[in-house]
Nanobody, 118 residues
Framework: QVQLVESGGGLVQPGGSLRLSCAAS????????MGWYRQAPGKQRELVAA???????TYADSVKGRFTISRDSAKNTVYLQMNNLKPEDTAVYSC????????????WGQGTQVTVSS
């Protein structure tokens, strides 16, 4: 069973930065599409950024140029660097791993709160 543990959330002022980390219990980064999702109160969960096993990245339009997803395969960890944060970025951020090998399981972390407020 794969476990994902997020960290790095918190309270930050508008324009500030945070780096989220997602540590996986096993060596899955090279066989999974890793993603960061967020869900704000009263809104649907949305994909923020993703990276496939080949390193190709995708971003939501709302975060392009501000957020960067990266991974350290040696540490089985995926990061989300968030710069120039805005109040509308406030949400619970969750990490996911969508395996690209059978049985194609999907794993989720417990989430970490990010609050952008002055």
């Amino acid at each position: 069973q794969v476990q994902l543990v997020e960290s790095g959330g918190g309270l930050v002022q508008p324009g500030g930065s945070l780096r989220l980390s997602c540590a996986a219990s096993g060596s899955i980064c090279s066989n999974a599409k890793m993603g960061w999702y967020r869900q704000a109160p009263g809104k649907q969960r949305e994909l923020v950024a993703a990276m496939d096993s080949g390193g190709t990245t995708t971003y939501a339009d709302s975060v392009k140029g501000r957020f960067t997803i990266s991974r350290d395969s040696a540490k089985n960890t995926v990061y989300l660097q968030m710069n120039n944060l805005k109040p509308e970025d406030t949400a619970v951020y969750s990490c996911s791993a969508r395996m690209q090998i059978p049985p194609y399981a999907i794993y989720w972390g417990q989430g970490t709160q990010v609050t952008v407020s002055s």
